[in-house]
């Protein structure tokens, strides 16, 4: 009978004989992602058969035949290397780490969410930068010891897989997953029933969903899967893909996960014994709703004896809320029209929460702001009391991006902070580099503090091994453009040039994300003949392998793709310059430690991080990229090149061909030359000739290698980033927190009372007069001055303002910059709600010099002074 399809279809899973049975521990722990050893013992059971499964243990475990089980259980060697592994990971599940050491204080469990998580290619769960940041964080979070849990979605089809059609049109296709055959367990209940959530939606209607957990080392990650049987059709589509759908289906997976994934929480605690989160990070608008959620418990008669109000619960929540924002533009924050906000929470999904309360925390009530629409990013810092960009200069841009919640303030008092991205270093350094670094410094030296070390390898050793790493790239690039072509109609007999595309001696530029018209793919092709002249130099060739996806929707993103494409086809460069689909974690294991440069050309400042070039660095690659994201505060002249940017307002044309030429200019003066140049003969060790035609070491490149890696190594590494959470973010928000909760709340009462009351009276207050005694004729550096200050605060009392002066250098239209703040101090009271404040300024600098004086709200409760958005000025 053919052409029958089956009705339902399901994973079966292997019973692994018991001398072996830890492998299907093993298997299910995602720690063998990136733990070597685990990873080759599975390796090592059938290698063929390995490489078969795309390095899946689970998959490789459902595919090895039950009579090769059975002989490799009597191996005793096999059961020795199951039982040590298995041995091992208890000890790393268990053991004291860096987090156990901070002491008691510190928070028992932090809820992490993110629309997407990229942990391992085997759990397709992520589409580019936000996702794998997420998964670093998690596998990060477990090597430290830090409590995390981590809430998602869990997607049927995952991200889109990218081929190419004849006429290089992107196309996507959505193989549906079966959770059953994905390291993942169900939640259930003690009577093995599947734990279920549920999401009462408008006209009666009820969005059910299983939760799956993943094992991320000693991490729990809680995904929900609206596949439900009871669900209706639309209900159980809600998961469905990653980034798919608009409008309601959008905002049903938002909801899903915010207000479904506190909901969640609360179930695993229950199930497992395990402390609820006291701190909840959001990271990206996306899961915003979980803040609605925790307000919707505290003030539900049902839950808690004595309920909170609106702007009590509020408070409460946001004392132990972090929100992270990654889009420095406003075009990537998730809108919704205000009216399906409305509709969405009329009926029961909030019970007891005012409707009016929910479209407040969401409005774009500044100018600029469109007050149809419900801003996701917006909702996010008005829900959290602290509030991180993910780059320095990524900081800025979002003090400035939503400066508009804090009018009257400066850009610079705006209270956004940033933690910079970091990548985990044992998921992505090379097996190849921390093997070297094991063999010559001892255990993990790569995932330790001292990188330093690297300036012990000798210079022969360095570029034998860059060899190698560009070598398992040409191979791996060659492997997926045949592929790639044979999708796209190519004979066989077609193919026999790509066996020689590229070449492992000549010096390889990757360029590799997400395709966004931003990113600039295509700034490369700026000018045809001179970037062909670059791939065919005679002396110092480059080659260059790009990959990226661009969004489904995007069709500008897709033309870019299809222009780069249709270049490389070029009989004449297409061994030097190649696209590969379906860029993953997979792909980028080869990509970043087999190039020698990173490129990077967006336009400055709208990348927020940008952490590719990190993955490259710690594999001893050097970055070419535009001064943005990371590298705009990393960069030092020795570890890459800068390419410059067109001055602001320059049009766009001529923008992109101020900043192509200056990147030609680059490659052609400085990159290549270097590659190739500055020789001297090959030490011992050398791979020989290792430039088309002589023979030599490049001094001055292989000195940059061992500079990036000593000095970029632990700066962009993840497990300093998330110290920096905790340390920074986590720790405050979790006592902020405890203090929100003690006795039964009463700080918060007082602080959600105290603050109605400051936002009632804040229209009166007032500086009415500001003057200064002391100063000498001719002033000098040293010399001090009085400051007083006259302030109204109506009934408002001394103490719950904060009066400072802040004193810098005046600019030509009175503005004050580089500046100092000096508290003034209560005086006097003058009556009639006056009141006076002074204090000793003294001038530290020479040149122009003032200042200007400045009333804020004050209260322990408030971790900024400019939290409330609440400013008086002289």
Known sequence: MTGMKAIRRFTVRTVVPGPIGALARLATNLRWSWHLPTSQLFESLDPALWDEVRHDPLALLAAISREKLEALAADPDVVARVADADRNLTAYLGEPRWYQSLGADAPHTIAYFSPEFGISEVLPQYSGGLGILAGDHLKTASDLGVPLIGVGLLYQAGYFKQSLSKDAWQQETYPLLDPDALPLTQLREDDGTPVRISLPLPGGRVLHAHIWRADVGRVPLLLLDSNVAENDATARGVTDRLYGGGGDHRLSQELLLGMGGVKALRIHSRLTGTPEPEVFHTNEGHAGFLGIERIRELMDPALTPHPLSWDEALAAGRASTVFTTHTPVPAGIDRFPRSTIEHFFA???????????????????????????????????????????????????????????????????????????????????????????????????????????????????????????RTALVEDARRRLRASWKKRGAADAQLAWTDSALDPDVLTIGFARRVPTYKRLTLMLRDPARLKALLLHPEHPIQLVIAGKSHPADDAGKKMIQDLVQFTDDPEVRHRIVFLPNYDIAMARTLFPGCDVWLNNPLRPLEACGTSGMKAAINGSLNLSVMDGWWDELYDGENGWAIPTANAGTGEAERDDIESAALYELLETQVAPRFYGDLVSAGAGAAGPSQPGRGGLPSHWISMIKHTLATLGPEVAAERMVKEYVQRLYQPAAAAGRAARARDYAATRDLAAWIGNVRSEWCGVRIEHVESHGLADEPHIGQSLRVRANVYLGTLRPGDVSVSVAYGRVGSSDELSDTRSLELLHARDLGDGRHQFEAELVIDRSGSFGYGVQVLPCHAGLASPAELGLIATA
Request: proline share 7%; net charge negative; no cysteine.
């Open 347 to 469: 009926g029961e999904l909030a019970p007891g929460v005012p409707v009016e309360k929910i479209l407040a925390l969401g409005a774009e009530n500044y100018d600029g702001g469109n007050p149809e629409v419900f801003n996701m990013a917006v909702m996010g810092l008005r829900l959290a009391q602290r509030a991180n960009g993910v780059a320095k200069l990524h900081g800025v841009v979002s003090r400035e991006m939503f400066s508009g919640l804090w009018p009257g303030f400066d850009h610079d008092d705006v209270p956004i902070t940033s933690v910079t991205n970091g990548v985990h270093v044992p998921t992505w350094v090379d097996p190849r580099l921390a093997q070297l670094a094991r063999e010559k410094f001892g255990a993990d030296v790569l995932d330790g503090p001292d990188w330093s070390k690297v300036y012990d390898v000798s210079d022969g050793e360095v570029w034998e091994l860059r060899r190698r790493l």
